[in-house]
């Protein structure tokens, strides 16, 4: 328990900062009558956007109706006081520190109180232990940075984010992207089995490497070193047939490592691989190694590659068999994970039976739930390749769904390098444009 003088300090410094009083709970405050006088002021300032004077507080008290038990004596002890005499340094770092405990501490209690009146069994242990772990992540996701939003009637608001756009390497891409990915954004590729969607999702993360973006590339199909392999014979120019081989070599690798991005003058991202086992990873699993490894690793990732959306798990209803509702949900949680953290999240998804063996156009009644994703995501692409395209080492990626920069159902030709798994647009072909919607 703090001495009472260091919870008034806290009391009067919080109620001016937002950024900690969002954080901030009345049952944090030990003090008699600290919690009550904290909601009463907190109170006021949700309704005036004010801090309320001495004065005000005491009306505000007695309109609850607690002017008996804390009388104008006691709020003139706790508004004796200057801030002033502190040093901001010192307060600030004060308050977040006590912010942060608090949290975590209530985060404990309410964990301890959940494991003991959860009954366990082999059927709901999966649930009960991701239940527990949102309990403490969910408590302690503190972001100090306090953000207000737009005010429409600033001018400046009304500007459009052109700039936080960056390239994906493909012009097709970044055409009807509107300049590329941008963070805080959901990208989904769809294709039927084995059509190459791990492939395209490997060489938009070359693509990013390359023109100097952090990225991650989750893999919950391919083992981690077969990804590694792919990325590698694309982006250090050895062949599918001899990399096992060219990879003991570690002079060469290393050699040919220090080459990307040389010819675009651009130093490269750093690129990280993981794998999670099949439909046993949630998306609360990749973000808490995606945070870790920027904590670990001193960096910012810009793309987040995952491979891919439907297997996996659905933390939320690990048992359930609606499909809808999995992929909505998962969708969902991915782009509010990319939100959070100012990620671009790209992903893949398989088209049913229907959308096999496609070579005009995907419908998007092609897409296994369709509309689950569909009122989630930011652009959908389709991958169309049949037997002739393929024996012809081509494809053409079809844009399906595009929330902000129309050019719905146009598709544009690609090439590709199977010998190194290189994808690499057609830039002899125009951009075929069945309806543009924009």
């Given at each position: 328990?703090?001495?009472?003088?260091?919870?008034?300090?806290?009391y009067?410094?919080?109620?001016?900062?937002k950024?900690?009083?969002?954080?901030?709970?009345?049952?944090?405050?030990?003090?008699?009558?600290?919690?009550?006088?904290?909601?009463?002021?907190?109170?006021?300032?949700?309704?005036y956007?004010?801090?309320?004077t001495?004065?005000?507080?005491?009306?505000?008290?007695?309109?609850?109706?607690?002017?008996?038990?804390?009388?104008?004596?006691?709020?003139?002890?706790?508004?004796?006081i200057?801030?002033?005499?502190y040093?901001?340094?010192?307060?600030?770092?004060?308050?977040?520190?006590?912010?942060?405990?608090?949290?975590?501490d209530?985060?404990?209690?309410n964990?301890?109180?959940?494991?003991?009146?959860?009954?366990?069994?082999?059927?709901?242990?999966?649930q009960?232990?991701?239940?527990?772990?949102?309990?403490?992540?969910?408590?302690?996701n503190?972001?100090?940075?306090?953000?207000?939003?737009?005010?429409?009637?600033n001018p400046?608001?009304?500007?459009?984010?052109?700039?936080?756009?960056?390239?994906?390497?493909?012009?097709?891409?970044?055409?009807?992207?509107?300049?590329g990915?941008?963070?805080?954004?959901?990208?989904?590729?769809?294709?039927?089995?084995?059509?190459g969607?791990?492939?395209?999702?490997?060489?938009?993360?070359?693509?990013?490497?390359?023109?100097?973006?952090?990225?991650?590339?989750?893999?919950?199909?391919?083992?981690?070193?077969?990804v590694?392999?792919?990325?590698g014979?694309?982006l250090?120019?050895?062949?599918?047939?001899?990399?096992?081989k060219?990879?003991?070599?570690?002079d060469?690798?290393?050699?040919?490592?220090?080459?990307?991005?040389?010819?675009?003058?651009?130093i490269?991202?750093?690129?990280?691989i993981?794998?999670f086992?099949?439909s046993?990873a949630?998306?609360?699993?990749?973000?808490?190694?995606?945070?870790?490894?920027?904590?670990?690793?001193?960096?910012k990732?810009?793309?987040?590659?995952?491979?891919?959306?439907?297997?996996?798990?659905?933390?939320?209803?690990?048992?359930s068999e609606?499909?809808?509702?999995?992929?909505k949900?998962?969708a969902?949680?991915?782009?509010?994970?990319?939100?959070?953290?100012?990620?671009?999240?790209?992903?893949?998804?398989q088209l049913?039976?229907?959308?096999?063996?496609?070579?005009g156009?995907?419908?998007?009644?092609s897409?296994?739930?369709?509309?689950?994703l569909?009122?989630?995501?930011?652009?959908?692409?389709?991958?169309?390749?049949?037997?002739?395209?393929?024996?012809?080492?081509?494809?053409?990626?079809?844009?399906?769904?595009?929330?902000?920069?129309?050019?719905?159902?146009?598709?544009?030709?690609f090439?590709?390098?199977?010998?190194?798994?290189?994808?690499?647009?057609?830039m002899?072909?125009?951009?075929?444009?069945?309806?543009?919607?924009?």
């Open positions: 328990m703090l001495p009472n003088h260091l919870e008034k300090i806290l009067h410094y919080i109620l001016q900062k950024e900690f009083l969002q954080f901030t709970k009345e049952n944090f405050f030990e003090t008699p009558n600290y919690p009550k006088i904290f909601t009463a002021a907190k109170g006021f300032i949700d309704k956007n004010k801090v309320p001495k004065e005000q507080i005491i009306e505000v008290i007695k309109i609850h109706g607690w002017g008996e038990t804390i009388n104008r004596d006691y709020i003139d002890t706790l508004y004796d200057n801030l002033e005499e040093d901001p340094e010192w307060l600030d770092e004060s308050s977040e520190a006590w912010v942060e405990f608090k949290n975590l209530k985060s404990v209690e964990l301890v109180t959940y494991l003991k009146t959860t009954k366990v069994d082999a059927g709901n242990i999966k009960v232990v991701e239940t527990a772990k949102d309990i403490i992540v969910t408590g302690n503190i972001n100090f940075k306090f953000d207000e939003g737009l005010d429409f009637f400046e608001s009304h500007k459009q984010p052109t700039l936080d756009t960056f390239s994906t390497g493909y012009d097709y891409l970044d055409q009807v992207l509107g300049g990915w941008s963070t805080k954004a959901l990208y989904v590729i769809a294709g039927e089995n084995k059509v969607k791990s492939i395209w999702l490997a060489n938009l993360a070359a693509q990013s490497v390359k023109l100097g973006y952090n990225s991650a590339v989750i893999s919950l199909e391919m083992r981690d070193r077969h590694v392999k792919r990325l014979a694309n250090l120019g050895i062949t599918m047939s001899e990399y096992a060219l990879a003991e070599d570690q060469l690798i290393k050699k040919r490592l220090s080459t990307i991005g040389y010819d675009d003058l651009k490269p991202g750093k690129l990280f993981k794998e086992p099949t046993s949630s998306i609360k699993d990749c973000e808490r190694w995606l945070l870790q490894m920027e904590q670990i690793k001193g960096i990732f810009k793309t987040v590659f995952i491979d891919y959306i439907n297997i996996l798990m659905n933390w939320r209803n690990p048992n609606n499909t809808y509702l999995k992929i949900q998962i969902e949680d991915m782009r509010a994970m990319g939100a959070r953290n100012n990620w671009a999240i790209i992903t893949v998804t049913n039976r229907s959308g096999f063996a496609a070579s156009s995907i419908s998007l009644s897409i296994a739930e369709s509309s689950g569909g009122h989630t995501v930011d652009w959908m692409g389709g991958i169309i390749q049949d037997e002739l395209m393929y024996a012809n080492q081509e494809y053409m990626l079809q844009t399906m769904l595009n929330r902000n920069e129309g050019y719905k159902n146009s598709r544009k030709k090439s590709i390098d199977y010998s190194h798994m290189r994808i690499l647009e057609d002899n072909s125009q951009i075929i444009l069945d309806t543009i919607n924009g």
